[in-house]
């Protein structure tokens, strides 16, 4: 078998293609930078097609070595390992977890998010007969902080609008020598604020930044939506004439506006 990794720029990928495997089923994991080996989203227990699984992970690691490999999910056996050292060229990203199609380089950080807060969980009892409260205290949230990115121009302002409006996780990936300036990392953006504040700063968002958990590798990003299918074929018929497997199929990149947001 042969494992072959391709960074792609386009939405800012490492494509992962595993072909001659035999296993019924296998996992693809990651280690970044010599750290823990974790499952690549949709590799935790993937079944090849002829023998050939390909996936894509938009979670690596920018300008640090990420090692791949592909282990059997029945006897943990390691069938194939490579490597590659992927860069953001400098550029942070915002990435949607769920709808990778709007995916989109930022143009300019405004604000850089240097205040970071946590709201403390717990609450005070005032118990008859004391003057002193009763603490009962847990661990404080996590992280909050402001982030104000800058589009472009005003297509990608509408793109960067559609992926706030479809709501969802999404991953800051920043590159390592920003890493001491910008936020990076998995968030939920709780709100949002859009201006264009002057010429020269062209359209601007205020995003209210809390810290998540990375969503689990179980949830797999699309490319395209069924609206995509719609507007290119129109008919079941006329798309299984022009895509001839699954994975052809996979490999469209839809447009951002066939993501219908209600």
């Known amino acids: 078998m042969s494992l072959t990794l ?8 490492v494509r ?13 994991e990651r280690s970044i930078d010599g750290g823990p080996w974790e499952p690549v989203r949709g590799g935790v227990s993937a079944a090849p097609a002829a023998g050939v699984i390909q996936l894509d992970d938009y979670e690596f690691g920018s300008d640090v070595t990420n090692a791949y490999r ?21 550029k942070v990203w915002l990435k949607h977890i769920r709808y990778p199609l709007l995916n989109r380089p930022v143009f300019r950080i405004l604000d850089r998010g240097q205040a970071f807060g946590r709201s403390a969980r717990g609450s005070l009892s005032h118990i008859a ?5 009763v ?16 589009a472009r121009d005003a297509a990608d302002a509408a793109v960067l609008d559609l ?15 920003l890493t001491d300036k910008v936020p990076g990392g998995y968030v939920r953006v709780a709100g949002s604020d859009q201006a264009r504040r002057s ?3 062209r359209w601007a968002f205020d995003l209210a930044c809390t810290e998540v958990a990375p969503p689990s590798p179980l ?13 290119l074929w129109g008919s079941w018929t006329a798309l299984r004439a022009d895509q001839q497997t699954w994975q052809a199929l996979r490999d469209v990149i839809g447009e951002p506006t066939d993501l219908e947001v209600p």
């Open 163 to 177: 992926m706030l409006a479809a709501g969802g996780a999404l991953f800051v990936h920043v590159p390592p020598d």
């Open 219 to 231: 949830i797999v990003g699309t490319t395209l939506t069924w609206q995509t299918l719609r507007r």
């Open 16 to 28: 992962i293609v595993a072909d001659g495997l035999t296993a019924d089923a296998v996992r693809v």
């Open 70 to 90: 592909v282990v059997d999910v029945d006897d943990d056996a390691v069938l194939e390992s490579d490597s590659i050292t992927p860069s953001l060229a400098g």
């Open 135 to 150: 603490s009962t205290s847990d661990l404080a949230t996590s992280r909050s902080f402001p982030l104000t990115v800058q």
């Open 199 to 201: 010429t020269l700063e």
């Open 6 to 13: 391709t960074y792609l720029g386009d939405l800012s990928r």
């Open 129 to 133: 007969g004391r003057s002193l409260p």
